[in-house]
């Protein structure tokens, strides 16, 4: 299931007015490509101080050419955090700076270098370009599907989303750089296609392509593209899980520490799930199975009868009723609502050998 949380990079998302405000500082001057100036000369003068009529030259033509710019702008500051196992949403703006009505291909593309100046450590297991379409600023999947734009006017402003698949396990604090790139192209109604710059010399009846994009993070200058970099930050809880076992006694030796491991033997288990100090978020809906092996038996009374399981020193039934821990068939499953940061679970039962 897609996932976004736009609420924590707030301050960079406050309003769309803010938004496309900041990406269009930039415009496009001048005249629009293909414009037509012409302009002609003329000379007054007198004979004999008498008034002649006034000459003109002939009219001098030439069409104005198309000067490609653009710019791709980062609109959050910082990470946009992500939860692993999900897809996380990063926004950019694409801004035609140019002075003709243009149609861009979008890309995007993992980055070693953090923009944010944290270290990047994992690469997302897929990236995607979509055009921001409905609520501007907020990323939504069943809406936001174009992965072109097929025309953007001069002076146009444009969000576009860079969509990560986070993958499962990783670790909290984890960074996934991204770079999108833009490149401009003919409109999808002029046939889309690439734009080329035209070979000297320059013909002034002829609307010719001139680059004048400068240098993004990952391009270089007048090559009609442009990139920024964004990148993502796990939130996460850490959570480990160990076991130990105890032995308690035997039939032969009594208890600890004479007893040994052999048949009849009975050993308690102690199954310890963390969520580590330094994560960002709980851990939820925790489910904790043993499937005990063949060669011991579950012992069904150890805490009181009926009740064979202990979770954090509170005696556990070993039905499937209205408390956390039970026993089927050799399986011990345990459930915990939540696990806080630096909170711990401690689960106990025992066997027979």
């Known amino acids: 299931m897609l996932r976004h949380d736009l609420k924590r990079v707030a301050g960079a998302l406050a309003t769309a007015a803010l938004l496309w405000s900041a ?18 000369a003329t000379v007054d003068y007198s004979v004999n101080a008498v008034a002649q009529p006034t000459v003109s030259s002939t009219a001098v033509d030439f069409l104005v050419d198309r000067l490609v710019d653009l710019t791709v702008t980062a609109v959050p500051v910082t990470y946009v955090t992500v939860t692993p196992n999900s897809d996380g949403a990063f926004l950019f703006t694409l801004s035609n ?12 593309a993992n980055n070693a270098t953090d923009p944010f100046g944290g270290a990047d450590n994992f690469d997302p297991s897929a990236l995607t370009t979509v055009v921001d379409a409905g609520v501007i600023g907020t990323y939504e999947p069943l809406v936001d599907t174009a992965t072109t734009i097929d025309a953007l006017a001069e002076d146009g402003v444009v969000g576009v989303w860079v969509v990560a698949t986070i993958p499962g396990g990783q670790g909290n604090g984890d960074i996934a750089a991204v770079t999108l790139t833009a490149t401009a192209r003919e409109t999808t109604a002029n046939g889309g296609g690439a734009l080329a710059e035209a070979a000297n010399p320059e013909d002034p009846a002829t609307m010719e392509t001139v680059f004048g994009d400068g240098a993004g993070d990952t391009d270089a200058a007048n090559a009609a593209d442009f990139s920024d970099s964004g990148a993502y930050q796990v939130e996460s809880a850490d959570v480990t899980i160990a076991k130990t076992e105890t032995l ?8 600890a520490p004479n007893a040994r491991h052999i048949p009849g033997a009975i050993v308690e288990y102690e199954i310890t799930v963390t969520n580590a100090a330094g994560s960002a978020l709980a851990a939820t809906t925790l489910s904790i199975s043993d499937v005990l092996p063949g060669d011991v038996t579950f012992e069904p009374d150890t805490y009181a009868v009926g009740f064979g399981i202990d979770l954090d020193g509170v005696a556990q039934s070993n039905a499937a009723d209205l408390d956390q821990g039970s026993e089927a068939a050799g399986t011990v499953t345990v459930t915990v609502p939540s696990l806080a940061p630096a909170a711990t679970a401690v689960i106990t039962f025992r066997v027979s050998v």
């Not at 308690?248 to 208890?255: F, Y």
């Open 23 to 40: 990406a269009g500082t930039a415009s496009a001057i001048g005249a629009d490509a293909g414009t037509v100036i012409s302009n002609t």
């Open 97 to 108: 700076t140019s002075n003709d009505e243009l149609g861009f291909n979008l890309s995007a």
């Open 248 to 255: 308690i006694s035997d039939p032969v030796n009594g208890a």
